[in-house]
């Protein structure tokens, strides 16, 4: 098990960040937990620490907002995001982290930019099996390299203006299964190894406590409110993962 306090200094608050993020926003804010481990160890080891403690979020998430889920977007999204989760798998390796971080923060900026400056009002989008592959499969692509997949998903289900009940439900159900999913690379990658595994074990604990802070938020809030703070943290995600990709680029990350 690892035993330097620094790594727990930083990996207790990303896990309880991305336990409330996925139990009421949608998993926005849980962009920040691989960064935050990733200060104390390197990446890949990081997002193989947090997949079990990951997946122990999503059985308790299910149960929090089982039955709540778009059914018109869940058939498409979950099949693009399995694919995005093979082509991360397949090319893992050859991916560049800086530029990766770059990207996803120039989209999540964008994206948010882009709602800022269309009307007030704008109508709610439709489900689109186009729109919907393409995102979820970026979504699955950047989940398996460094559970990043939540801007990539935004920007596709965020327009739609869901009941906020059932657009965290159909979130929390994507990455259910990609997380299921990417267990597979991830052991074919080695990165499960004894001591990811029992510091995994050792935070688990931390998972539902993070949950039912955030269902306990999400209830608490209006429909506008909610979508403000996920706006808000898709904002704030694609800055710091902006800054960090360029930092790491400069030599300075």
């Given amino acids: ?28 804010a849980g962009m920040f937990s691989t960064p ?32 709540a889920f778009s059914r018109e977007n869940m058939r498409v999204i979950l099949a693009g995001g399995i694919a995005g989760v093979v082509l991360g798998a397949l090319t893992f390796r050859y991916f560049d982290d800086a530029w990766m971080r770059v990207l996803l923060g120039v989209i999540a900026i964008a994206f948010v930019l882009q709602r800022l400056a269309g009307p007030r009002e704008a109508p709610p989008t439709r489900p689109s099996t186009p729109r919907g592959l393409f995102w979820s499969a970026f979504s699955g692509l950047t989940s398996t390299i460094a559970h990043a997949g939540g801007p990539p998903l935004s920007v596709y289900l965020l327009p739609q203006r869901l009941d906020k009940r059932v657009m965290v439900g159909t979130t929390v159900i994507f990455f259910a299964v990609i997380n299921a999913v990417k267990l597979v690379p991830y052991a074919w990658l ?6 990811n595994l029992s510091t995994s074990l050792v ?21 506008a409110l909610f979508y403000r703070v996920c706006y808000g943290l898709v904002l704030v995600v694609g800055l710091k993962l902006l800054w960090d990709g360029f930092a790491a680029l400069r030599g300075f990350g």
Avoid: H
């Fill in 1 to 28: 098990m690892i035993a330097d306090p620094f790594f727990y200094a930083v990996a207790i608050p990303a896990i309880l960040l991305v336990g409330v993020s996925k139990g009421g926003f949608g998993s926005g």
């Fill in 190 to 195: 080695g990165l499960f190894d004894a001591r």
């Fill in 36 to 67: 935050l481990v990733a200060l104390a160890v390197p990446i890949p080891q990081a997002a193989a620490i947090l997949l079990p403690i990951l997946l122990v979020m999503d059985a308790v998430g299910l149960w929090a907002y089982r039955g």
């Fill in 203 to 223: 935070l688990a604990p931390l998972a539902p406590l993070g949950i039912f802070l955030g269902v306990f938020l999400m209830k608490r809030m209006s429909d």
